[in-house]
């Protein structure tokens, strides 16, 4: 919205020019979403705790100590990080381009869906949700959506491809199978960092961490001398997606401050599931599929934990962890929540940086 109305003026006024600079709305973005949450946050809060009289459902399979710490406190924060989000994006990015659209209309939904599994939870009093059956079908529908108008506003020389890290310029056409497979990414990183948001803080660490990547990536591939010198796919438009990602910081940031242990509030799949399909809608949009398994390992090998668990359990009637997301299981082994919080981040700031020197080398 700024940027329709004051770059117009900057022919009079020059210093309205700054906002010509994707750069410069990146930063403004990140910073109007972390005021917005500030400013909200405790209205939310106190909001959610009146009509959730019993907060989030406990699972009764998962952690002892989280039935006792952890009751009671409300979920659906993740409706924190959506206004935020959008609201900061609204404001700061350029809305003549259609990857913005395209990539909000993949948050918005994905949060509804999010939502209604929430509310469905809180409702019925139990851990228990929206059919996963049901679920994946509407999310594979949004994600099928979203890939379809890509596609259609996307040129020749790149639709359809993916491009392969570490090299110089290869990409792989898939042809039909572009759409099934970039689908898949969407939904899987929704569903993966759903998975991972399960202690106090953990999630939204690595989210913020992945969204500073790509916001790289982002600005990179959508800026022709970048993307020439990198030997990166250039990518009209994509810079704009680096203003959603700064902007998922900010509202992130926020989050953390009542997220962080012993945590105010809960994300829940409002939050896990529209930050999720961001983050995958950004990666399929830039062409950076495979880097994002990379740069997201932490989410893959949580959802890896849980497959293996239940592949051996209905296999072989044994389990191979002690509980299954990665990080029950060192829960069961005695690590203390924080400890656990900060390794994973440690370990998602280092998968970052591999995933990121693969813009170099090649």
Same mark, same amino acid.
């Given at each position: 919205?700024?940027?329709?109305?004051?770059?117009?003026?900057?022919?009079?006024?020059?210093?309205?020019?700054?906002?010509?600079?994707?750069?410069? %709305?990146?930063?403004?973005?990140?910073?109007?979403?972390?005021?917005?949450?500030? *400013?909200?946050? /405790?209205?939310?809060?106190?909001?959610?705790?009146?009509?959730?009289?019993?907060?989030? #459902?406990? %699972?009764?399979?998962?952690?002892?100590?989280?039935?006792?710490?952890?009751?009671? !406190? /409300?979920?659906?924060g993740g409706t924190l990080i959506l206004f935020s989000l959008i609201s900061s994006v609204i404001l700061w990015s350029n809305l003549v381009n259609k990857l913005v659209w395209l990539v909000l209309f993949v948050i918005i939904s994905f949060g509804v869906i999010g939502a209604i599994d929430d509310f469905k939870k809180i409702k019925n009093k139990s851990s228990e949700g929206t059919s996963g059956k049901i679920r994946l079908i509407f999310e594979f529908t949004v994600a099928v959506i979203f890939l379809y108008f890509l596609n259609l506003f996307s040129v020749e020389e790149i639709r359809n491809h993916i491009s392969i890290p570490y090299t110089k310029g290869i990409t792989i056409d898939?042809?039909?199978?572009?759409? /099934?497979?970039? &689908?898949?990414?969407?939904?899987? !990183?929704?569903?993966?960092?759903?998975?991972?948001?399960?202690?106090?803080?953990?999630?939204?660490? #690595?989210?913020?961490?992945? &969204?500073?990547?790509? &916001?790289?990536? &982002?600005?990179?591939?959508?800026?022709?001398?970048?993307?020439?010198?990198?030997?990166?796919?250039?990518?009209?438009?994509?810079?704009?997606?680096? *203003?959603?990602?700064?902007?998922?910081?900010?509202?992130?940031?926020?989050?953390?401050?009542?997220?962080? /242990?012993?945590?105010?509030?809960?994300?829940?799949?409002?939050?896990?599931?529209?930050?999720?399909?961001?983050?995958?809608?950004?990666?399929?949009?830039?062409?950076?599929?495979?880097?994002?398994?990379? *740069?997201?390992?932490?989410?893959?090998?949580?959802?890896?934990?849980? *497959?293996?668990?239940?592949?051996?359990?209905?296999? !072989?009637?044994?389990?191979?962890?002690?509980?299954?997301?990665?990080?029950?299981?060192?829960?069961?082994?005695?690590?203390?929540?924080?400890?656990?919080?900060? %390794?994973?981040?440690?370990?998602?700031?280092?998968?970052?940086?591999?995933?990121?020197?693969?813009?170099?080398? %090649?």
């Open positions: 919205m700024f940027y329709y109305y004051l770059v117009p003026l900057s022919e009079n006024f020059s210093f309205l020019n700054l906002f010509n600079y994707i750069t410069f %709305r990146a930063g403004g973005a990140l910073f109007t979403s972390l005021i917005i949450s500030f *400013i909200l946050g /405790p209205h939310l809060i106190n909001y959610l705790k009146k009509i959730q009289k019993s907060g989030q #459902p406990i %699972r009764k399979d998962g952690p002892k100590s989280h039935i006792i710490k952890k009751v009671g !406190t /409300p979920t659906m898939l042809n039909y199978w572009y759409i /099934p497979f970039g &689908a898949f990414v969407v939904v899987g !990183t929704a569903n993966a960092i759903n998975l991972t948001d399960g202690l106090d803080g953990l999630a939204i660490g #690595p989210i913020m961490i992945t &969204a500073l990547s790509f &916001a790289l990536i &982002a600005y990179f591939t959508g800026n022709y001398i970048f993307s020439e010198y990198l030997k990166l796919p250039f990518i009209s438009g994509t810079g704009e997606l680096a *203003i959603i990602c700064a902007a998922l910081i900010g509202s992130g940031l926020g989050f953390l401050w009542y997220n962080a /242990p012993p945590a105010m509030v809960f994300m829940g799949d409002t939050g896990s599931l529209s930050v999720g399909s961001a983050i995958g809608a950004i990666a399929v949009a830039t062409k950076h599929e495979i880097v994002l398994a990379i *740069i997201g390992g932490l989410f893959v090998l949580e959802t890896v934990s849980v *497959i293996i668990q239940v592949t051996s359990f209905k296999l !072989t009637g044994k389990r191979i962890f002690k509980m299954a997301p990665l990080h029950h299981h060192f829960e069961q082994k005695g690590w203390s929540e924080s400890t656990i919080v900060i %390794r994973f981040w440690i370990i998602s700031i280092v998968l970052a940086l591999i995933g990121l020197a693969s813009l170099k080398l %090649r």
